[in-house]
């Protein structure tokens, strides 16, 4: 009998969907581990995957949520229905990267960054989460526009 044994990657998407996926796992970690900036990037250079990704927007993105990090839970917790700190590890990542988004990258539309938000919550987040994100960040789509 031949097995076909399946290659283990960390995330599977390219470009900046990629770069979402990957962000959402080291932000994840940040939370855990309460890694700094430079031992976060130092370890997603190591990933064999970092190479299809947005490299440069990887890293844009990692520096303003961690950077901005006051600013973006500010932002998200008008729209929560309970304190920031009870929200679970993923959804919050998720939405700390779409709010940087939308806040310092105004060439993407909105409507993609919401999408991409709610894909990344289906993949890694419990179940339902993505109703959770796509419910909170388009009350925040309501006023930002």
Do not use: C
Not at 6 to 29: A, D, I, N, P, S
Not at 65 to 92: A, C, F, M, T, W
């Amino acid at each position: 009998m031949n097995k076909k044994t399946k290659k283990y990657e960390r995330f599977f998407g390219k470009g900046r969907t990629g770069t979402r996926q990957l962000l959402l796992q080291v932000l994840y970690q940040h939370q855990m581990n309460k890694d700094d900036l430079e031992t976060l990037l130092n370890q997603s250079l190591k990933i064999k995957e970092f190479s299809r990704i947005d490299q440069d927007y990887f890293q844009a993105l990692l520096s303003e949520v961690l950077g901005n990090h006051n600013q973006i839970e500010e932002v998200i917790s008008k729209y929560l229905d309970r304190p920031i700190e009870q929200i679970d590890p993923i959804e919050k990542a998720i939405m700390w990267i779409a709010v940087s988004e939308i806040l310092f990258h105004p060439d993407v539309p909105v409507s993609v960054v919401i999408n991409e938000a709610v894909e990344l919550a289906k993949l890694f987040g419990a179940e339902g989460s993505y109703q959770y994100v796509n419910a909170v960040l388009d009350a925040l789509k309501t006023d930002h526009s």
